[in-house]
């Protein structure tokens, strides 16, 4: 539960690093991914520089249409009636046109993004994913990107309505500096307004945003764990936990709404104290004779032009200090260099034998202690291994080592006698496959997943590896046989049928080498031999690394390794070492099945 909440809290967290300014460092660290997109950019501006220009020149006409109108001398208004129609017009479609293009460009840039991102992910090493957490790294793909896509939409609208404002500006001046005056008196403080409801917005709907997570927390965590809620009888327990997520949700939206009730309606009204001082002012002045009619009213127009800056630039700082503080973030990611690279010119492994040898290999995870402390090992071609260990001794390690998943602090693995550092890291991964205890099956049809190593074998081949590893049977029982869609929202399989899948995937791969990190753990005994029996069959020459508990599964290894205390402290056949080591017999005592 913590560390799903501790996901929700990294979606939500406000930015970190957002309150030193607007530093536009990042948009010239993303040029990049923007580039391609320059010509639409300058397109949409220049598009909207004449619908901007449009849109100063309408108040100005329809107040000398009016003057015209009031005025005693009978010139024709129609001219001035169809000129501003036909301005509308233009003006609409013009709108049209640029806020597309705007918007398409920005969710491109959020395509390009997003793809970038995920690309670099696939290719980070295990001890990435061992630091990072996947929420931290979900927020980075969802709420980041969106960040850095809606500053990119509407910076450019803000930065035309900040035009907009400074032409709209020139002609009044022009128009009349008194009247001038008393249209702008009340902007700033429409400034002050927005920029307080946003400072008071933004925080909640952080709040809001984490609260509805924990909602949908606690919702999927019922449901997904709703045998375990029932067969504790914690119902009631969990309708607490629900209660109190939805009341603190409850609260953050109320409060917003609070806050909206407050501020909305001053930042509302205060334009219109602006044109209440115009309509004062400028009425005097027409009285006086000094002015136009038309003039008040095309100032009028102008207050509400004016405002939009006012009243957007507040949101417009603090977005892009969010879009800042997420494009770094997005930045930090895909600074990370993968630590496994492949060699500049990788040794040609054409058909591997599968000889495996480890060098006083040491290794420990991240910053930690050390794992494995000086492990020596040979597996020669063709032979089964079995590696015996208290648990937490290091055998998975072991195991991920041998595939490259990680590399070793000190000394080395060698794949046919080549450090595997010097293959490229397909070729290692293509012969050696390491098969998990609790595999991840895809929510896909049991064919795809069968099939994901090669997604070309056909399906006469498929149904030969899944008899091979026990699976087609099961299988064909099901309705759906190899279209039955498994994992979440799927068929749910039981361990063994899972392992069995899992099994079946790395044979389609066909490796030379074959690392079953207890991968039979839940197949009965019986079953297990044969599925041994028939992997043998399907490959002869092949090595095999078995990492077991169960004394079934050591007899069918020719040799066993002992791993203790991080180091292979003996070897030879099972029988041996329960006769010469004292400290096999102790392990495999306290080992959970010894079937
Ligand atoms: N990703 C990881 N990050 C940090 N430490 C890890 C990681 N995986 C394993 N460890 C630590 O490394 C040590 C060896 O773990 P490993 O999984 O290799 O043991 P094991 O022999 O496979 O045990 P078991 O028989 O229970 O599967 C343990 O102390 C474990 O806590
Ligand atoms: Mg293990």
Request: charged share 20%.
């Given at each position: 539960?913590?560390?799903?909440?501790?996901?929700?809290?990294?979606?939500?967290?406000?930015?970190?690093?957002?309150?030193?300014?607007?530093?536009?460092?990042?948009?010239?660290?993303?040029?990049?991914?923007?580039?391609?997109?320059?010509?639409?950019?300058?397109?949409?501006?220049?598009?909207?520089?004449?619908?901007?220009?449009?849109?100063?020149?309408?108040?100005t006409l329809v107040g000398t249409t009016i003057d015209r109108a009031v005025s005693t001398d009978e010139s024709p208004l129609a001219p001035f009636l169809v000129a501003l129609t036909v301005l509308a017009l233009a003006r609409g479609v013009l709108v049209v046109v640029y806020r597309y293009g705007l918007y398409r460009m920005a969710y491109r840039i959020e395509v390009d993004l997003r793809t970038m991102l995920f690309r670099h992910l696939s290719g980070m090493p295990f001890s990435f994913f061992d630091r990072v957490q996947t929420g931290q790294l979900l927020s980075r793909a969802q709420s980041d990107v969106r960040a850095v896509q809606l500053y990119l939409a509407v910076a450019p609208l803000i930065a035309t309505s900040v035009v907009s404002f400074a032409v709209a500006l020139v002609?009044?001046?022009?128009?009349?500096?008194?009247?001038?005056?008393?249209?702008?008196?009340?902007?700033?403080?429409?400034?002050?307004?927005?920029?307080?409801?946003?400072?008071?917005?933004?925080?909640?709907?952080?709040?809001?945003?984490?609260?509805?997570?924990?909602?949908?927390?606690?919702?999927?965590?019922?449901?997904?764990?709703?045998?375990?809620?029932?067969?504790?009888?914690?119902?009631?327990?969990?309708?607490?936990?629900?209660?109190?997520?939805?009341?603190?949700?409850?609260?953050?939206?109320?409060?917003?709404?609070?806050?909206?009730?407050?501020?909305?309606?001053?930042?509302?009204?205060?334009?219109?104290?602006?044109?209440?001082?115009?309509?004062?002012?400028?009425?005097?002045?027409?009285?006086?004779?000094?002015?136009?009619?038309?003039?008040?009213?095309?100032?009028?127009?102008?207050?509400?032009?004016?405002?939009?800056?006012?009243?957007?630039?507040?949101?417009?700082?603090?977005?892009?200090?969010?879009?800042?503080?997420?494009?770094?973030?997005?930045?930090?990611?895909?600074?990370?260099?993968?630590?496994?690279?492949?060699?500049?010119?990788?040794?040609?492994?054409?058909?591997?034998?599968?000889?495996?040898?480890?060098?006083?290999?040491?290794?420990?995870?991240?910053?930690?202690?050390?794992?494995?402390?000086?492990?020596?090992?040979?597996?020669?071609?063709?032979?089964?291994?079995?590696?015996?260990?208290?648990?937490?001794?290091?055998?998975?390690?072991?195991?991920?080592?041998?595939?490259?998943?990680?590399?070793?602090?000190?000394?080395?693995?060698?794949?046919?006698?080549?450090?595997?550092?010097?293959?490229?890291?397909?070729?290692?991964?293509?012969?050696?496959?390491?098969?998990?205890?609790?595999?991840?099956?895809?929510?896909?049809?049991?064919?795809?997943?069968?099939?994901?190593?090669?997604?070309?074998?056909?399906?006469?081949?498929?149904?030969?590896?899944?008899?091979?590893?026990?699976?087609?049977?099961?299988?064909?029982?099901?309705?759906?046989?190899?279209?039955?869609?498994?994992?979440?929202?799927?068929?749910?399989?039981?361990?063994?049928?899972?392992?069995?899948?899992?099994?079946?995937?790395?044979?389609?791969?066909?490796?030379?080498?074959?690392?079953?990190?207890?991968?039979?753990?839940?197949?009965?005994?019986?079953?297990?031999?044969?599925?041994?029996?028939?992997?043998?069959?399907?490959?002869?020459?092949?090595?095999?690394?078995?990492?077991?508990?169960?004394?079934?599964?050591?007899?069918?290894?020719?040799?066993?390794?002992?791993?203790?205390?991080?180091?292979?402290?003996?070897?030879?056949?099972?029988?041996?070492?329960?006769?010469?080591?004292?400290?096999?017999?102790?392990?495999?005592?306290?080992?959970?099945?010894?079937?």
């Amino acid at each position: 539960m913590t560390d799903a909440l501790g996901a929700v809290a990294g979606a939500a967290g406000p930015p970190v690093r957002a309150a030193d300014g607007l530093r536009l460092g990042w948009v010239r660290r993303l040029w990049p991914v923007l580039r391609p997109h320059r010509r639409s950019v300058v397109l949409s501006f220049g598009i909207a520089l004449v619908a901007l220009a449009i849109q100063v020149a309408v108040p100005t006409l329809v107040g000398t249409t009016i003057d015209r109108a009031v005025s005693t001398d009978e010139s024709p208004l129609a001219p001035f009636l169809v000129a501003l129609t036909v301005l509308a017009l233009a003006r609409g479609v013009l709108v049209v046109v640029y806020r597309y293009g705007l918007y398409r460009m920005a969710y491109r840039i959020e395509v390009d993004l997003r793809t970038m991102l995920f690309r670099h992910l696939s290719g980070m090493p295990f001890s990435f994913f061992d630091r990072v957490q996947t929420g931290q790294l979900l927020s980075r793909a969802q709420s980041d990107v969106r960040a850095v896509q809606l500053y990119l939409a509407v910076a450019p609208l803000i930065a035309t309505s900040v035009v907009s404002f400074a032409v709209a500006l020139v002609v009044m001046l022009a128009t009349n500096v008194g009247l001038t005056i008393a249209a702008v008196v009340a902007l700033p403080g429409v400034y002050v307004v927005g920029v307080v409801l946003r400072n008071r917005l933004f925080p909640l709907s952080w709040i809001i945003q984490g609260r509805q997570a924990e909602v949908a927390t606690v919702v999927e965590e019922s449901v997904a764990g709703v045998r375990v809620v029932q067969s504790f009888a914690a119902e009631g327990a969990r309708m607490d936990a629900m209660a109190l997520a939805a009341r603190r949700l409850r609260w953050a939206n109320v409060e917003q709404g609070l806050v909206r009730a407050r501020w909305s309606p001053l930042l509302e009204n205060l334009p219109r104290v602006g044109s209440m001082l115009v309509l004062a002012y400028g009425g005097w002045l027409v009285i006086d004779g000094r002015l136009d009619v038309g003039s008040i009213i095309a100032f009028n127009a102008y207050i509400v032009l004016l405002q939009v800056p006012f009243r957007f630039l507040g949101f417009f700082l603090i977005l892009g200090q969010r879009a800042r503080a997420s494009a770094e973030r997005i930045l930090e990611v895909l600074d990370e260099t993968p630590e496994l690279t492949d060699p500049e010119h990788p040794v040609d492994l054409p058909a591997p034998e599968g000889r495996l040898e480890l060098r006083d290999v040491w290794f420990g995870y991240g910053d930690g202690p050390d794992v494995l402390r000086g492990v020596d090992l040979v597996v020669e071609p063709g032979e089964t291994v079995a590696v015996v260990g208290a648990t937490g001794s290091g055998k998975s390690t072991l195991a991920r080592l041998l595939c490259r998943f990680y590399d070793p602090r000190r000394g080395t693995v060698l794949l046919d006698g080549v450090d595997e550092r010097d293959l490229a890291l397909g070729a290692v991964r293509g012969a050696v496959v390491v098969v998990p205890d609790e595999p991840f099956l895809f929510s896909v049809p049991l064919r795809d997943n069968l099939a994901y190593g090669r997604t070309d074998v056909d399906d006469e081949e498929l149904r030969a590896i899944a008899e091979a590893v026990d699976a087609h049977s099961f299988i064909e029982d099901l309705d759906a046989g190899y279209d039955t869609v498994v994992g979440e929202r799927g068929y749910t399989l039981s361990g063994g049928q899972r392992q069995r899948v899992a099994l079946g995937r790395a044979l389609v791969v066909d490796p030379a080498v074959l690392v079953l990190d207890d991968a039979t753990s839940a197949i009965d005994v019986q079953v297990e031999a044969r599925i041994h029996g028939a992997l043998r069959e399907r490959r002869a020459g092949r090595t095999t690394v078995l990492i077991a508990h169960r004394l079934s599964t050591i007899t069918l290894a020719d040799r066993v390794v002992l791993l203790d205390d991080g180091r292979v402290v003996a070897e030879g056949t099972h029988a041996e070492l329960l006769a010469r080591v004292p400290r096999y017999g102790e392990i495999l005592a306290s080992g959970v099945g010894a079937a």
